[in-house]
Protein backbone atom coordinates (compact mmCIF):
# COMPACT_ATOMS: atom_id res chain seq x y z
CA UNK A 1 0.00 0.00 0.00
CA UNK A 2 3.26 2.45 -0.66
CA UNK A 3 1.77 6.28 -1.42
CA UNK A 4 4.70 6.90 -3.98
CA UNK A 5 7.21 4.38 -4.72
CA UNK A 6 10.62 4.93 -6.79
CA UNK A 7 12.82 2.60 -8.05
CA UNK A 8 16.03 1.78 -7.88
CA UNK A 9 16.40 3.26 -4.17
CA UNK A 10 20.22 2.86 -4.90
CA UNK A 11 22.19 3.78 -8.02
CA UNK A 12 25.87 3.33 -8.99
CA UNK A 13 26.92 4.22 -12.21
CA UNK A 14 30.23 5.68 -13.84
CA UNK A 15 30.51 9.36 -15.16
CA UNK A 16 28.95 9.54 -18.68
CA UNK A 17 26.21 6.94 -18.78
CA UNK A 18 22.83 7.68 -18.80
CA UNK A 19 20.14 6.25 -15.99
CA UNK A 20 16.54 6.65 -15.17
CA UNK A 21 14.97 6.96 -12.28
CA UNK A 22 11.26 5.49 -11.95
CA UNK A 23 8.13 6.92 -9.70
CA UNK A 24 4.88 6.14 -9.06
CA UNK A 25 1.73 7.00 -6.60
CA UNK A 26 -1.41 5.23 -5.90
CA UNK A 27 -2.82 8.32 -4.03
CA UNK A 28 -4.69 9.39 -7.51
CA UNK A 29 -3.31 12.86 -7.31
CA UNK A 30 -2.78 15.28 -10.20
CA UNK A 31 0.35 17.03 -9.35
CA UNK A 32 4.22 15.04 -9.18
CA UNK A 33 7.69 16.59 -8.88
CA UNK A 34 11.08 15.39 -8.59
CA UNK A 35 13.62 17.15 -6.12
CA UNK A 36 17.39 16.78 -5.55
CA UNK A 37 18.10 16.79 -1.95
CA UNK A 38 22.18 17.71 -1.93
CA UNK A 39 24.89 16.83 0.50
CA UNK A 40 24.38 19.61 2.80
CA UNK A 41 20.59 18.05 3.02
CA UNK A 42 19.04 21.15 0.98
CA UNK A 43 15.78 20.27 -1.05
CA UNK A 44 15.73 21.52 -4.65
CA UNK A 45 12.78 21.53 -6.92
CA UNK A 46 13.39 20.48 -10.60
CA UNK A 47 10.15 19.43 -12.20
CA UNK A 48 6.37 19.19 -11.77
CA UNK A 49 3.82 18.08 -13.75
CA UNK A 50 0.25 18.30 -13.12
CA UNK A 51 -1.87 15.79 -15.58
CA UNK A 52 0.97 15.14 -17.11
CA UNK A 53 1.85 18.24 -18.64
CA UNK A 54 4.57 20.23 -17.21
CA UNK A 55 4.47 23.36 -15.16
CA UNK A 56 7.08 24.30 -13.16
CA UNK A 57 10.89 23.70 -14.98
CA UNK A 58 13.04 25.15 -12.62
CA UNK A 59 17.25 26.07 -14.06
CA UNK A 60 18.40 21.90 -14.84
CA UNK A 61 20.61 20.93 -17.43
CA UNK A 62 18.78 19.77 -20.12
CA UNK A 63 20.43 16.09 -19.41
CA UNK A 64 17.48 15.78 -17.46
CA UNK A 65 14.26 15.16 -18.75
CA UNK A 66 11.03 14.21 -16.94
CA UNK A 67 8.50 11.92 -18.46
CA UNK A 68 4.76 11.91 -17.58
CA UNK A 69 3.50 8.72 -19.61
CA UNK A 70 0.22 8.93 -17.28
CA UNK A 71 -0.94 10.68 -14.08
CA UNK A 72 0.51 7.83 -11.75
CA UNK A 73 3.44 7.64 -13.24
CA UNK A 74 6.82 10.50 -13.35
CA UNK A 75 10.32 9.12 -14.80
CA UNK A 76 13.45 11.05 -15.01
CA UNK A 77 16.12 9.84 -17.24
CA UNK A 78 19.53 11.40 -16.86
CA UNK A 79 22.07 11.80 -19.99
CA UNK A 80 25.59 11.89 -19.62
CA UNK A 81 25.78 11.82 -15.79
CA UNK A 82 28.31 14.04 -14.14
CA UNK A 83 30.09 13.73 -10.83
CA UNK A 84 27.61 16.20 -9.46
CA UNK A 85 24.60 14.92 -10.11
CA UNK A 86 25.52 12.38 -7.45
CA UNK A 87 22.93 13.08 -4.62
CA UNK A 88 18.86 11.59 -3.02
CA UNK A 89 16.54 12.39 -5.48
CA UNK A 90 12.74 12.64 -4.30
CA UNK A 91 10.14 12.10 -6.02
CA UNK A 92 6.42 13.72 -4.02
CA UNK A 93 2.97 13.72 -5.08
CA UNK A 94 0.07 16.24 -4.59
CA UNK A 95 -3.87 15.97 -4.88
CA UNK A 96 -3.74 19.53 -6.02
CA UNK A 97 -1.60 21.98 -8.43
CA UNK A 98 1.75 23.36 -6.78
CA UNK A 99 1.87 25.06 -3.50
CA UNK A 100 -2.16 24.46 -2.74
CA UNK A 101 -1.95 21.37 -0.24
CA UNK A 102 0.77 18.74 1.11
CA UNK A 103 3.23 16.79 -0.83
CA UNK A 104 3.49 12.90 -0.19
CA UNK A 105 7.44 12.53 -0.74
CA UNK A 106 8.82 9.04 -1.83
CA UNK A 107 11.76 6.96 0.05
CA UNK A 108 14.07 8.98 -2.59
CA UNK A 109 16.56 7.23 -5.17
CA UNK A 110 20.01 7.80 -3.56
CA UNK A 111 22.81 8.65 -7.13
CA UNK A 112 26.01 7.89 -6.89
CA UNK A 113 28.52 8.93 -9.75
CA UNK A 114 31.64 7.53 -9.95
CA UNK B 1 10.80 34.74 -5.67
CA UNK B 2 10.09 33.73 -2.51
CA UNK B 3 13.11 33.34 -0.07
CA UNK B 4 13.13 31.19 3.29
CA UNK B 5 15.52 30.87 6.12
CA UNK B 6 15.56 28.16 9.06
CA UNK B 7 17.24 28.63 12.33
CA UNK B 8 18.97 26.88 13.75
CA UNK B 9 20.65 24.91 11.45
CA UNK B 10 21.26 22.11 14.78
CA UNK B 11 19.88 21.77 18.09
CA UNK B 12 20.00 19.27 20.63
CA UNK B 13 17.76 19.06 23.29
CA UNK B 14 17.35 16.66 26.75
CA UNK B 15 14.38 14.34 26.63
CA UNK B 16 11.25 16.15 28.03
CA UNK B 17 12.65 19.98 27.17
CA UNK B 18 10.82 21.89 24.34
CA UNK B 19 12.24 22.73 20.84
CA UNK B 20 11.90 25.57 18.80
CA UNK B 21 12.45 26.21 14.99
CA UNK B 22 12.07 29.24 13.44
CA UNK B 23 11.93 30.52 9.66
CA UNK B 24 11.55 33.61 7.98
CA UNK B 25 9.55 34.51 4.47
CA UNK B 26 9.61 37.09 1.99
CA UNK B 27 7.01 37.09 -0.37
CA UNK B 28 4.15 38.04 1.27
CA UNK B 29 1.84 36.43 -1.19
CA UNK B 30 2.97 32.96 0.44
CA UNK B 31 -0.17 31.50 2.37
CA UNK B 32 0.85 27.87 2.89
CA UNK B 33 3.47 26.71 5.44
CA UNK B 34 4.17 22.84 5.79
CA UNK B 35 6.60 21.72 7.97
CA UNK B 36 8.45 18.38 6.84
CA UNK B 37 10.58 16.07 9.16
CA UNK B 38 13.01 13.61 7.42
CA UNK B 39 14.05 10.39 9.32
CA UNK B 40 17.44 9.28 8.55
CA UNK B 41 17.32 7.38 5.08
CA UNK B 42 13.75 8.50 4.12
CA UNK B 43 11.70 10.52 2.51
CA UNK B 44 10.59 13.86 4.31
CA UNK B 45 7.01 13.18 5.61
CA UNK B 46 4.58 16.40 6.89
CA UNK B 47 3.97 16.78 10.75
CA UNK B 48 2.36 19.97 10.80
CA UNK B 49 1.21 22.78 8.63
CA UNK B 50 -1.03 26.32 8.64
CA UNK B 51 -2.30 28.36 6.52
CA UNK B 52 -2.30 32.40 6.52
CA UNK B 53 -5.79 32.54 7.97
CA UNK B 54 -4.59 30.77 11.29
CA UNK B 55 -2.57 32.02 13.55
CA UNK B 56 -1.63 28.91 15.36
CA UNK B 57 -1.66 25.40 15.05
CA UNK B 58 -1.33 22.04 17.64
CA UNK B 59 -1.38 18.52 17.17
CA UNK B 60 -0.45 17.25 20.58
CA UNK B 61 3.29 18.12 21.20
CA UNK B 62 3.79 20.00 18.24
CA UNK B 63 2.12 23.60 17.19
CA UNK B 64 3.18 25.82 14.61
CA UNK B 65 2.75 29.29 14.78
CA UNK B 66 2.68 32.17 12.13
CA UNK B 67 3.31 35.86 12.01
CA UNK B 68 1.87 37.37 9.15
CA UNK B 69 2.73 40.80 9.83
CA UNK B 70 6.38 40.23 10.33
CA UNK B 71 6.71 36.98 8.47
CA UNK B 72 7.82 34.34 9.98
CA UNK B 73 6.59 31.40 11.89
CA UNK B 74 7.84 28.63 13.81
CA UNK B 75 7.59 25.12 15.16
CA UNK B 76 7.23 23.92 18.65
CA UNK B 77 7.76 20.14 19.95
CA UNK B 78 7.03 19.47 23.69
CA UNK B 79 8.28 16.91 25.67
CA UNK B 80 10.91 15.63 22.97
CA UNK B 81 11.85 12.04 22.93
CA UNK B 82 14.90 10.36 21.59
CA UNK B 83 12.31 9.12 17.99
CA UNK B 84 11.66 13.56 17.33
CA UNK B 85 15.57 12.92 16.43
CA UNK B 86 15.34 14.35 12.64
CA UNK B 87 15.92 16.75 10.30
CA UNK B 88 13.12 19.21 10.27
CA UNK B 89 11.95 21.42 7.03
CA UNK B 90 9.59 24.67 6.74
CA UNK B 91 8.27 25.73 3.79
CA UNK B 92 6.83 28.40 2.11
CA UNK B 93 4.18 28.58 -0.87
CA UNK B 94 1.18 29.97 -2.54
CA UNK B 95 -1.31 28.41 -5.53
CA UNK B 96 0.80 27.19 -8.35
CA UNK B 97 4.13 28.12 -7.09
CA UNK B 98 6.40 25.45 -5.55
CA UNK B 99 7.37 24.89 -2.29
CA UNK B 100 10.08 26.92 -0.90
CA UNK B 101 12.28 24.97 1.53
CA UNK B 102 14.44 26.44 4.64
CA UNK B 103 17.73 25.08 4.45
CA UNK B 104 16.85 22.41 7.52
CA UNK B 105 17.34 22.11 11.27
CA UNK B 106 18.86 18.52 12.51
CA UNK B 107 17.34 17.95 16.20
CA UNK B 108 19.27 15.68 18.49
CA UNK B 109 17.50 14.47 21.09
CA UNK B 110 19.31 13.20 24.03
CA UNK B 111 18.13 10.67 26.39
Known amino acids: DTAVSQTPKYLVTQMGNDKSIKCEQNLGHDTMYWYKQDSKKFLKIMFSYNNKELIINETVPNRFSPKSPDKAHLNLHINSLELGDSAVYFC?????????????FGPGTRLTVL | GENVEQHPSTLSVQEGDSAVIKCTYS??????FPWYKQELGKGPQLIID?????GEKKDQRIAVTLNKTAKHFSLHITETQPEDSAVYFC??????????FGTGTSLTVIP
Open chain 1, 92 to 104: ASSQEGPGVNEQF
Open chain 2, 91 to 100: AASSPGNQFY
Open chain 2, 50 to 54: IRSNV
Open chain 2, 27 to 32: DSASNY
